[in-house]
């Protein structure tokens, strides 16, 4: 069997899909050699690649309130929207947001330090390598080494939610915003074939509010490298590149509520797939 590389991409709750395809692979027998993740990806494939079983560990998902553990209660262009009047507000205080933690990301730190095991990247029984971007230089950084909590939230520090992650001397975001999909990190690797999982954000056919419009150029911009990304790995692998996109369309950024869905999906997606594809 071809060593296999798995590529999770970024897009909040509807990553979740990404254990469906884990699970999926599970069931067909088939167990992945590396994991590239961004964002939500990087947080699914460091629970696989931690030895969690990845069913129970969805049902315990679904069971916990992750709005209220991520503090995140709205939707996203809501958060933006207070998130801005609060940047606002510290700016008059003269708070330096380089040098605190706020609670909700502090709240996150402690969920994925209970989930990661307290596990560093060089611990994992499936290599793990996750995408973030400097906020200060606009470089992409590739985490494969040290605590697996800190880099998984740096992967997964979406603006207007968390605010950036010290890493190192840098401070970190969401990887979406330089390598939603990273197929090529995974591709550099020692792997045969590469399945790309694509859980992006579709495009919002009205945009109604500055936030709306933010928000849009943020995906707008995130699909174009993604592109872009894609064509040079097409263009080095060729046919052994596989991208597989879960119907996922009206599931949310932040519809944590329905993890039990996206997995559904995400499993239904890849038994659909492999009727096209050989892995």
Not at 138 to 155: D, K, M, N, Q, W
Not at 197 to 218: G, K
Not at 237 to 247: A, F, K, N
């Amino acid at each position: 069997m071809s060593r296999l590389g798995l590529a999770l991409g970024g897009g909040g709750a509807r990553g979740f899909a990404h254990a469906g395809v884990l699970l999926g692979l599970e069931e067909a027998g088939i167990r992945p050699q590396r994991i590239a993740g961004t964002s939500m990806g990087a947080l699914v494939g460091a629970m696989y690649a931690v030895g969690h079983d990845m069913d129970r560990l969805m049902q315990v998902m679904a069971s916990l309130d992750l709005h209220e553990i991520f503090g995140m209660s709205e939707s996203y262009r809501r958060m933006l929207e207070r998130t801005v009047g609060e940047v606002v507000v510290d700016g008059i205080r003269g708070v330096d947001w380089r040098k605190t933690c706020s609670p909700r990301l502090l709240r996150f730190y402690q969920f994925l330090y209970l989930f990661c095991r307290r596990k560093r990247f060089q611990d994992l029984e499936v290599p793990l390598a996750v995408v973030a971007a400097d906020v200060m230089s606009g470089e992409e950084v590739i985490i494969t080494e040290g605590p697996l909590y800190r880099g998984i939230a740096a992967s997964a520090a979406l603006p207007g939610v968390f605010q950036p992650v010290p890493w190192r001397g840098r401070f970190l975001i969401d990887g979406g915003v330089i390598n939603n999909v990273p197929a090529d990190v995974v591709a550099a690797s020692d792997v045969e074939r590469v399945l790309a999982v694509d859980v992006s954000v579709p495009l919002v056919s009205e945009p109604t509010t500055v936030a709306d419009v933010i928000l849009q150029s943020y995906t707008i911009t995130a699909r174009e490298l993604w592109k872009v990304k894609l064509e040079q790995v097409r263009a080095e692998i060729g046919d052994r590149l596989i991208v597989l996109r879960p119907e996922i369309d009206d599931i949310g950024l932040l519809d944590f509520h329905r993890v039990e869905e996206a997995v559904e999906i995400g499993r239904r997606a890849l038994k659909r797939g492999q009727a096209s594809f050989s892995l």
